[in-house]
């Protein structure tokens, strides 16, 4: 893992998907899909996610003109999915209302 971000829901699949991102600025790259995910995951602004330190630009993740995106590598395109679907089980087993509120009631 080259990203310094590194999310409470991050598995070894996951792993895999982003070790598959090859090029320039990979840790850039791996950590603008983590905050995407988790944005994406948490109801959260996506514009917002790419404002964060170590993320991209939205020109660079969306492209420009002729010039297509990183969101149009294959690579970063799968890591995103599977760190999003992983991301949406933790807000909602892990995080979520509901489970903390059984738990507090067994407790």
Same mark, same amino acid.
Do not use: F
């Given at each position: ?40 995951a ?7 996610? $790419?404002? $964060? ?7 660079i *993740? ?17 890591a ?9 089980? *933790? ?17």
């Amino acid at each position: 893992m080259r990203s310094r971000y590194v999310p409470d829901w991050l598995t070894y699949e996951v792993e895999q998907a982003l070790a598959a991102i090859d090029g320039e600025h990979v840790a850039k790259k791996e950590a603008t899909v983590l905050r995407l995910a988790q944005a994406i995951a948490a109801g959260e602004s996506q514009a917002a996610a $790419l404002r $964060l330190p170590g993320t991209c630009s939205k020109n660079i *993740w969306y492209g420009v003109g002729d010039k297509p995106g990183w969101k149009d590598d294959p690579a970063i395109a799968r890591a995103l999915d599977l760190a999003t679907q992983r991301a949406r089980w *933790w807000v909602r087993v892990k995080e979520g209302r509901a489970i903390q509120n059984a738990l507090d009631t067994l407790v």
